[in-house]
């Protein structure tokens, strides 16, 4: 195995089929890891700090996964969608907050990937979602109502129905997705 400074060097060397390569090997150090992660999550060249979260991404377990929930809060965007896809793949219901929070940007990428980590997540982020579809703008409730649909929690049913009188073809199309999938879309009855 090699040294972790040696791992640690090419993931920030710039060069990004190593750093890819590396961000795979530091799994295999796992605690070890972490430390040197959340140092360069601190650097103040952002293509580091990206490549911390990726690196992060591929580590299992709550540690990494709080240093990517912090990553959420990052100002630089793409630093933020990379937590996001992080979240994605290591889903976190202690990300969900965050997550809602990064559902706001107008980053309308950020967005859609906060909106999957949370899809991901399923059932225990169903109440966020719900919030969100019920007092937030138009873009947040859309990507609300798109998860609210593929999580197919019966407890968004209402909150669905009420999407249903509104304005928005998009909105409507996620809620009738959403009421489909739980049995509820269509009621039949004879003449």
Avoid at 74 to 87: D, I, K, T, W
Wanted: hydrophobic residues 50%; aromatic residues 4%.
């Amino acid at each position: 195995m090699e040294d972790l400074a040696e791992v640690i060097a090419e993931l920030i060397c710039g060069d990004e089929e190593r750093a890819e390569r590396a961000a795979v090997a530091l799994s295999r150090y796992e605690e070890q890891a972490l430390e040197a992660l959340r140092s360069l999550l601190a650097s103040p060249d952002s293509e580091t700090r990206w490549w911390a979260v990726r690196a992060l991404a591929e580590i299992p377990g709550k540690p990494a996964r709080r240093l990517l929930i912090q990553a959420l809060q990052e100002a630089n965007n793409s630093v933020r969608q990379c937590a996001a896809l992080g979240l994605y793949h290591q889903p976190d219901p202690e990300a969900s907050e965050a997550l809602v929070a990064a559902m706001h940007s107008e980053d309308s990428l950020l967005a859609r990937l906060a909106a999957n980590a949370l899809i991901a997540i399923g059932a225990p982020a169903t109440q966020k979602l719900l919030e969100v579809l019920n007092s937030s703008p138009q873009a947040a409730r859309l990507e609300a109502a798109r998860a609210l649909a593929l999580i197919a929690d019966q407890r968004a049913i209402p909150s669905l129905f009420q999407v249903l009188d509104g304005e928005s073809a998009l909105l409507e199309y996620w809620a009738n997705k959403g009421l489909e999938r739980m049995g509820v879309g269509m009621v039949f009855f004879i003449p």
